[in-house]
Every structure is written in C-alpha cells, then in structure tokens.
C-alpha cells in the first residue's frame, strides 16, 4: 500500500500560529504518510466575481487537494467565540466547486487557541459549517488545546502529556478510518 495524503486545513494563516503547529504535530502522530499543508489565501467570496471570472485557481487546488487527500486535519481558532473568517470563506469557495469533495472523506478536527476553552465553541462550530458536506467526521477524542502559547518547545513539538495522548489517539484513530 502506496502512503497516505493526509491534507491540513488551518484556520490561522500566520506562519507561527499554534493552529499550524498543532496541525504539523498531528502529522507527526499520524506516522508515515505525505502530508500536505493547504494554502487558504483565497479571495473573499463574492458570487458575482465568480459568475464574472469563475472559481479562482486557489479555491479549485484546495478542492483538488482535499478530493485527492486520504484524509484531512482541520485545526481552527477561537476567534469572537467562532471559527476563523479564514476558515469559513474557504469552506463557502469549496461549497462551489463541482461535486463535493468532502463527501465521505475522513476528517478531524481540532482547535488551539488562547483561552482555557481551548477553541471550544469555535470547534463545534466548525463541526455544524461541516454536516452539509458529509464528511466522516471523528467524533473524538476532543483535541481543545488551551493556552496555546505555552503548549509547544522550540522545535513546535507538543509539551504537555494529556494533550500528546489526546492527539496521538485522534491521530490514530482518523488512520483507521481510512480504510473504513
């Protein structure tokens, strides 16, 4: 068996976000496998610029990646009590393209943020913006990574032993649903 795509979604788009880190440290638990980082740089949505000019290439490669993808790691902020407008313009762009490439596609989803929730809200948001697209969802564990600022070394690498257990048995478990 050739190794799996696994496909990363950030709701942060800064470099250094703890979202990004938690989403590189979920592909190290996840073991072998090519892991691809998605490029959520996308226009803001305005139907009539698509009607105009069509899906932009941005949009069109993300869909093309998360189609191809084995599976996906959706890591988002907590931002005003919801997930990123990052995050929610990408999954409203992807929502255009032809067919729908969440349709039974294995997916987890996490969050790391700032406050003691941990992204709480912003993950149970995240999962209700999804139920549309079908995906199979992981139910958990729950990987809500509070203080986020503390939570990783000088390397990116996870510190603390509740949440490398908790991501580790996401992880573990989301490679199983693949060959679901």
């Known amino acids: 068996m050739t190794e799996p795509i696994l496909l990363g979604l950030s709701g942060a788009l800064r470099q250094d976000s703890t979202n990004r880190k938690l989403l590189r440290e979920a592909a190290r638990l996840f073991g072998p496998a090519r892991f691809v980082e998605a490029d959520l740089r996308f226009p803001l949505l305005d139907v009539d610029d698509q009607v105009a000019t069509g899906i932009p290439d941005a949009v069109q490669r993300v869909a093309d990646q998360i189609a191809e993808a084995d599976a996906v790691v959706i890591s988002t902020p907590e931002y005003n009590k919801g997930i990123s407008g990052v ?9 255009r393209t032809e067919g729908n490439p969440w349709a039974d596609k294995p997916v987890a989803v996490m969050s790391a943020s700032t406050g003691r929730a941990g992204g709480e809200r912003a993950q149970s948001m995240l999962r209700a913006c999804m139920v549309a697209f ?9 990987m809500h990574l509070a203080d986020s ?7 990116g690498r996870l ?15 989301l490679r199983a649903e693949i060959g679901r």
Do not use: V
């Open 87 to 95: 995050l929610k313009n990408a999954l409203d762009w992807i929502s």
């Open 134 to 142: 079908r995906p199979r969802i992981l139910q958990g564990p729950e």
């Open 149 to 155: 600022r503390k939570q990783f070394d000088e390397q």
């Open 159 to 173: 510190t603390g032993e509740l949440y490398l257990k908790t991501l580790s048995t996401l992880m573990e478990k």
